[in-house]
């Protein structure tokens, strides 16, 4: 075998298999050659070696069994595996007798083709390894023979081509994939080789001078007894036995193996020649090679076996009888049979309902009398139904997708729900339940055969109980339905007529039997072209739907007819009757009119009102929306979103929105009003308003108002911000001067107590007194700037140029700005309206906020202003001088942001908090406004709008 690249051979006549097999195989690893026939592939053999064949049974040149006997003629070395569609015992019997590897159905499952193909591969690589093992076992006998003969006379170069030649043979003995032992005459271990640790999991050094019973599976002691340490020799010796041999913790595939089935080849060992008198013997050579791979094969094909014959039995039993009972008995019969479940259940699919058809067994005192058995697993077969796949759940007490204590109260475990997939339409589904755990994936393969062995018993005989019901139903339906059904006779061009004739158009039965000529009269001029063509067409294709079309009753009105035909085809596949139905719609045209208008008119009215309007169902599909709603989400005009959950329609996503509150305000039935960061502008503050509405259809709806209340927001934290200030300036300003008197005093008596001519001091205590002196004039300055805090409004104003005051304050910091290397850079827009106020506190603002932005600034980084004509933030019909000072420092923490306006909040180890409240004050004062953006870690940025006029 090609160690990198197997190369493998697929004979079918289906050329969707063998392309099927390439793309399947490729992918994997392997070389794969196709052919359509078994000569092609006699050929294809003749010209090149495969490591495997796979081919199909019936073929039209020469089927699989004839192509399988011609490659083991040729060389039975090569695996062969057969596969097919008609499966049979005979087929499966042969293709093993003639030496298959294995056999299998179509369709065939991806992971088994390739754990099949592996297998085969890895028998073939393991036969050739042996017989080139054997082989050099045997070439090195015969070398080793040949040299003692010819080199009997120089006994030292024999012992040394001995050493190596003992040396090889370990060598080979330990890389051997079998056990390889010798026991000693009282049989014990006295050499153990081969791979004994990887199949048993004992060291060597744990079973030499052991007794072989040790390592025998207890139930195999007393046949291992005269074959493991066999005495015999010659062709009398221990060949191809089975026995089991106990391991110590080995695994395999992930689980715990505790014996291991081998071939055991065992012979005696004695001092002398078979053939001479009076030997002694000495012990026991022996081979073990593992067979639990072949164990499990051939266990899998007995299963298989079995399998298939449960199936032929269920589909002989279903094919027996039509009847609907007699299948479902069947059935149940069968499967009890072949898997032997606690509980089987058929349910038949009724529109959206599961109806229980037959349950096994039918003893109720099995089951909890409080528990209606057949809700057992329920959720589980309607999500089987819902998908169209088999459902399984190991442990349905704990399985979320089995939601009904049914299922714990029943005391079951296990599950399995396995849909009946019919050619149109899933009849039902197959409930199968166990009291212990199991796991009844593990037979998916199986089940999944079953039921679909299952599926045309139940459809041929739901068909057959609707066939022998049928003329009776149309015979009974045809008498009492209101509307009208009719029968139109292709041979004669009658038209016959069942129904309400009378009640729906006024015309008496006996006066209503006529041509269909006569009855195309009495439809009105503009539909008679389409009805023809319809009727036509039926004819031609064997099914028609004509929805609308005007006739005139016995009164002369007008009256709306919605038609439904179908063609009956005659024995000789001919058309020989329309069978029609004909609904009276007339009413509902009116309505549907009066409802179009009035849906017009709402849309209208919806349109018109400014803020975004959406109408949801409790499942969150949107039943309308307004013209501002599609602006704001960015919706289509042209198309529609009914019926579209909002969340796939607004936001392209498959779940609603994370966080959303809509969805638990509109299952509460309440109205409700919260405000949150805007949807689609996180920059805006919306408050959301939810009006639930009466019900529509089969799901309550709720109306969704979005109001954008941004400013309103700011407005109202301006106001609190400004009455809070101001009652605090109040405040301070009085604190303030009460201060400053005795602080005067303190003042005018520190200057009295360093006159040196009054009071002579010595240094320590100048010191001192230089300190109060400094702490008197730093609170004196907080005073000043209280009082400046507290300060009225601007009693006069003049005219002044923004872009020259901000040039000055800059300059003041030059020197600061060089020792720090900040990069300064200056957008001032020319021609700026002049601002009147003050100039020495707007200097004193600028001051303020530069001196902030280099406090925080790290060396080398940048600082920018700018001022520019902008229309304000809060008065949209008002424009203003912006000016904006942005730093390039740490940020400010969103806690620390809501408090910086704040008299005495300060962040500095030196600072009192008063600059930005001062700051505040004057902008106000100025009739303006200041503001901040700022996240940690990408710097500060303060704007401020200040308006042009003085009236402002």
């Keep these: ?130 017989e080139i093992l054997l082989k050099k076992i045997t070439e090195y006998n015969q070398d080793l023979a040949r040299k003692v003969r010819e080199r009997t006379e120089d006994i030292k170069q024999a012992k040394d081509e001995l050493e190596k030649a003992e040396k090889k043979y370990r060598s080979l003995v330990e890389n051997s994939p079998d056990i390889i032992y010798v026991l000693d005459s009282e049989g014990c271990f006295s050499f153990v080789g081969g791979a004994v640790e990887s199949l048993l999991g004992f060291t060597k050094k744990e079973l030499i001078g052991t007794h072989f019973i040790s390592i025998i599976w207890p139930e195999d002691v007393s046949k291992a007894k005269l074959r493991f340490n066999e005495r015999r020799t010659g062709e009398r010796s221990t060949k191809g036995f089975e026995i089991r041999l106990r391991t110590k913790g080995r695994k395999k595939a992930d689980f715990e193996i505790d014996c291991l089935p081998v071939e055991l080849h065992a012979f005696g060992i004695y001092d002398k020649s078979i053939s001479g008198k009076d030997k002694k013997y000495q012990g026991t050579y022996g081979v073990a090679r593992d067979i639990s791979d072949l164990k499990q094969i051939n266990k899998r094909l007995r299963e298989r076996n079995r399998q298939m014959a449960a199936i032929n039995d269920l589909g002989c039993q279903l094919n027996k009888f039509l009847s609907l009972d007699h299948v479902v008995k069947s059935a149940l019969d069968g499967i009890v049979d072949a898997i032997s479940p606690d509980l089987a259940m058929i349910f038949f ?55 009904l204590e049914e299922c714990k109260m029943a005391g079951f475990h296990s599950f ?56 009776e139903r149309f015979r009974i339906a045809a008498q009492s339905v209101s509307d009208l059904i009719f029968e139109w006779n292709f041979r004669n061009n009658s038209l016959k007529w069942f129904g309400n004739i009378e009640g729906r158009l006024g015309y008496k039965r006996r006066d209503f039997e006529r041509p269909i000529d006569a009855w195309i009269e009495l439809i009105h001029p503009d539909d008679r072209k389409g009805f023809v063509a319809g009727m036509v067409h039926c004819q031609e294709i064997g099914s028609f739907s004509f929805d609308e079309y005007r006739i005139k009753g016995n009164d002369g009105s007008l009256h709306y007819l919605r038609q439904k035909c179908a063609t009956v085809i005659d024995s000789n596949g001919k058309p020989s009757r329309l069978i029609g139905v004909c609904n009276d719609i007339t009413e509902v045209k009116k309505a549907e009119e009066k409802l179009q208008k009035s849906q017009t008119m709402l849309q209208t009215v919806f349109d018109g009102i400014s803020e975004p309007m959406i109408m949801l169902d409790r499942k969150l599909k949107i039943q309308m929306l307004n013209d501002a709603a599609r602006k704001y989400y960015g919706l289509a005009e042209s198309k529609d979103y009914n019926d579209v959950c909002c969340f796939t329609a607004c936001k392209e996503l498959p779940t609603p929105c994370n966080g959303c509150d809509i969805p638990m305000i509109i299952e509460k039935r309440e109205m409700s009003t919260f405000e949150r960061e805007g949807l689609m502008d996180s920059s805006r503050i919306e408050e959301i308003t939810v009006f639930p509405l009466i019900k529509l259809g089969k799901d309550n709806a709720s109306l969704i108002r979005i109001s954008d209340i941004t400013e309103k927001r700011k407005t109202q934290e301006q106001l609190i911000r400004t009455d809070r200030l101001s009652s605090l300036g109040q405040l301070s300003g009085g604190i303030a001067h009460e201060i400053r008197n005795p602080l005067s005093s303190i003042r005018l008596f520190v200057d009295i107590l360093s006159d040196p001519d009054r009071f002579p001091r010595k240094t320590e205590e100048m010191e001192i007194i230089d300190d109060i002196r400094y702490n008197t004039n730093k609170l004196e300055g907080i005073v ?169």
């Design 1 to 130: 075998m090609n160690s990198e690249t197997p190369r493998i051979l697929i004979v079918d006549d289906d050329s969707g298999i063998r392309e099927f097999m390439h793309d399947l195989l490729t992918p994997n690893g392997y070389s794969v050659d196709c052919v359509q026939s078994g000569r092609r592939g006699l050929k294809m053999m003749s010209e090149r070696t495969y490591d495997l064949v796979i081919s199909d049974i019936v073929m039209d040149e020469m089927n699989g069994i004839e192509f399988l006997r011609w490659v083991k003629e040729k060389d039975p070395a090569v695996p062969f595996l057969l596969m097919t569609g008609h499966a049979s015992m005979e087929s499966a019997i042969d293709a093993l007798k003639l030496g298959a590897f294995d056999y299998m159905k179509k369709p065939v499952d991806n992971t088994e083709i390739l754990i099949t193909i592996k297998n085969a591969l890895e028998v073939v690589r393991l036969r050739q390894e042996r």
């Design 349 to 403: 699919r009724n529109g959206d309902e599961l109806l229980l058809e037959g349950i096994w067994p039918d003893d109720p005192e099995l089951f909890h009398e409080k528990i209606p058995v057949h809700r057992v697993g329920k959720r589980l077969c309607e999500m089987a139904i819902s998908k169209g796949i088999a459902q399984y759940s190991s442990n349905i007490r704990s399985n979320s997708r089995c939601t």
């Design 784 to 952: 000043r700037r209280v009082l400046d805090f507290a300060k009225p409004s601007i009693k006069t104003r003049t005219k002044m140029n923004i872009n020259g005051l901000i040039r000055d304050e800059i300059k003041l910091w030059s020197s600061k700005i060089r020792k720090l290397k900040i990069g300064v850079t200056l957008s001032l827009e020319k021609d700026l309206p002049p601002i009147f106020g003050d100039a020495i506190e707007l200097r004193q603002v600028i001051n303020n906020l530069v001196r902030n932005a280099l406090d925080t600034s790290e060396k080398g980084s940048a600082l920018s202003i700018s001022a520019s004509k902008k229309i304000s933030s809060f008065h949209k019909d008002r424009q203003v001088v912006v000016i904006k000072v942005r730093d390039a420092g740490p940020g400010i923490h969103p806690e620390d942001k809501k408090k910086i306006f704040d008299p005495f909040f300060t962040t500095k180890k030196d600072g009192t908090g008063l600059g930005l409240s001062i700051s505040y004050q004057i902008i106000k004062r100025h009739g303006g406004l200041i503001s901040c953006e700022s996240k940690p870690g990408e710097g500060t940025e303060f704007i401020i709008e200040l308006p042009f006029s003085p009236e402002e």
């Design 416 to 471: 399995a729900a396995l849909p009946f997939i019919g050619p149109d339409d899933i009849l039902g589904v197959l409930g199968l339940a166990s009291f212990k755990e199991r796991d009844f994936a593990e037979q998916a393969d199986f089940l999944e055969m079953l039921s679909r062995e299952i599926t045309p018993g139940v459809q041929n005989a739901l068909l057959y109980e609707q066939i022998s019901q049928s003329e």
